[in-house]
């Protein structure tokens, strides 16, 4: 009997280890169950704390919509007068741009106060030196006539130059034409003459027949250009199928103030000389006993320089080649601006080139 009581009380005691350990087991039961109701708690309220956030951003975001409309609104409100004295604060292609928002937009962007402020303010004075000045004065809007002398340069002194606008800022730009340059031997018959072209802008052009002095000077005041503005000359011309003398060699030009620091640099008036150096012809020499190959002698370096600039092709099918780049300062810069092209040193004959004028107007239009 006592071992079965010891048994029994040692089961028994066993019972009630193993009671304790279950009581313990639902105490931690219930305590992770505390902690997870107080955590699913927390994660509510944090999730109430992050609408109630999304719903004050999307209020204020729409107070800022209201305020932006209420801005529009004001502005809209604003007088014509006002709208138009501040876009022509702006440049012509952002006028443009303003006259497709509204039509109130478009009546400001239109108007003459605007356009008048886009055009030179010696505009007028330029104009009157025209032989036929008045047209374009009574006829047009502010508007008309700035792209008019955008896309027709309009002859003044006596229809030796040639007076036009930049389309997209308004600068001045100008051609001299040929009969306004000083061209060595231009009067002579026997070395340049004067001939008419359909695709000309003036009346007459110079053909350069023949000559071994290749020299071209022309000049301009640099009070007839925009302030603050850098200006490159151009000289415009077109080679004919004779052309001969130029193959190899490269002209000095010049472009600067007199007596001032100049623009010097060397280039080509060959338009087909760059192509001949990338792909050289090879005649082929054929004899009886034998075959060879020799370079033709128009691919051979030249002397001089080889980073020269070359003509390129413009709008109007002439060829052009910058001569050299000048920046016009403010108010009060005064001079003359002279630019050369020649070559005097190698004293070879030259000629079948055609030459317009020379053409000054802001770098890298």
Same mark, same amino acid.
């Given at each position: 009997m006592y071992i079965y009581r010891d048994r029994r009380e040692t089961r028994t005691g066993m019972y009630g280890?193993?009671?304790?350990?279950?009581?313990?087991?639902?105490?931690?039961?219930?305590?992770?169950?505390?902690?997870?109701?107080? *955590?699913?708690?927390?994660?509510?309220?944090?999730?109430?704390?992050?609408?109630?956030?999304?719903?004050?951003?999307?209020k204020l975001e729409e107070e800022d919509d209201d305020d932006d409309d209420k801005a529009v609104d004001y502005f809209y409100k604003l007088p014509g007068d006002c709208i138009a004295n501040i876009i022509s604060f702006t440049s012509p292609c952002d006028a443009c741009r303003f006259s497709l928002v509204s039509p109130a937009f478009r009546s400001a962007a239109e108007s003459n106060s605007v356009w008048e402020r886009f055009l030179p303010p010696d505009c007028y004075s330029i104009i009157?030196?025209?032989?036929?000045?008045?047209? *374009?004065?009574?006829?047009?809007?502010?508007?008309? *006539?700035? !792209?008019?002398?955008?896309?027709?340069?309009? !002859?003044?002194?006596?229809?030796?130059?040639?007076?036009?606008?930049?389309?997209?800022?308004?600068?001045?730009?100008?051609?001299?034409s040929a009969r306004d340059l000083l061209i060595v031997w231009g009067d002579t018959s026997r070395y340049w003459r004067w001939i008419p072209l359909p695709d000309a802008r003036f009346p007459e052009v110079a053909e350069l027949i023949a000559v071994c002095w290749f020299e071209i000077r022309g000049k301009l005041?640099?009070?007839?250009?925009?302030?603050?503005?850098?200006?490159?000359?151009?000289?415009?011309?077109?080679?004919?199928?004779?052309?001969?003398?130029?193959?190899?060699?490269?002209?000095?030009?010049? !472009?600067? *103030?007199?007596?001032?620091?100049?623009?010097?640099?060397?280039?080509?008036?060959?338009?087909?000389?760059?192509?001949?150096?990338?792909?050289?012809?090879?005649?082929?020499?054929?004899?009886?006993?034998?075959?060879?190959?020799?370079?033709?002698?128009r691919s051979c370096v030249p002397e001089g320089n080889e980073n020269g600039t070359y003509p390129k092709e413009r709008k109007d099918g002439w060829l052009e080649i910058e001569l050299g780049d000048f920046y016009c300062g403010g108010d009060g810069q005064d001079g003359e601006l002279e630019m050369s092209v020649l070559e005097v040193k190698r004293g070879n004959w030259k000629g079948g080139f055609i030459f317009e004028g020379i053409e000054i107007r802001p770098k890298g239009v």
């Open positions: 280890i193993k009671g304790e350990a279950e009581e313990r087991h639902i105490e931690r039961e219930s305590e992770n169950n505390s902690v997870c109701d107080f *955590l699913f708690v927390r994660m509510g309220m944090n999730m109430a704390t992050q609408n109630d956030r999304e719903r004050e951003i999307k009157s030196r025209s032989p036929s000045p008045l047209p *374009l004065l009574s006829c047009l809007s502010k508007k008309d *006539l700035y !792209f008019s002398l955008c896309d027709f340069p309009l !002859f003044i002194d006596d229809g030796k130059k040639s007076f036009s606008l930049e389309k997209w800022s308004g600068k001045k730009c100008y051609m001299i005041d640099v009070r007839m250009l925009s302030p603050l503005t850098t200006y490159a000359a151009y000289l415009v011309f077109k080679s004919t199928t004779s052309a001969y003398g130029f193959e190899h060699l490269p002209v000095e030009t010049t !472009f600067g *103030l007199v007596g001032g620091e100049t623009s010097k640099r060397n280039v080509y008036l060959d338009a087909e000389r760059r192509r001949r150096q990338r792909y050289p012809t090879l005649p082929r020499r054929l004899g009886r006993n034998y075959r060879s190959t020799i370079l033709d002698s």
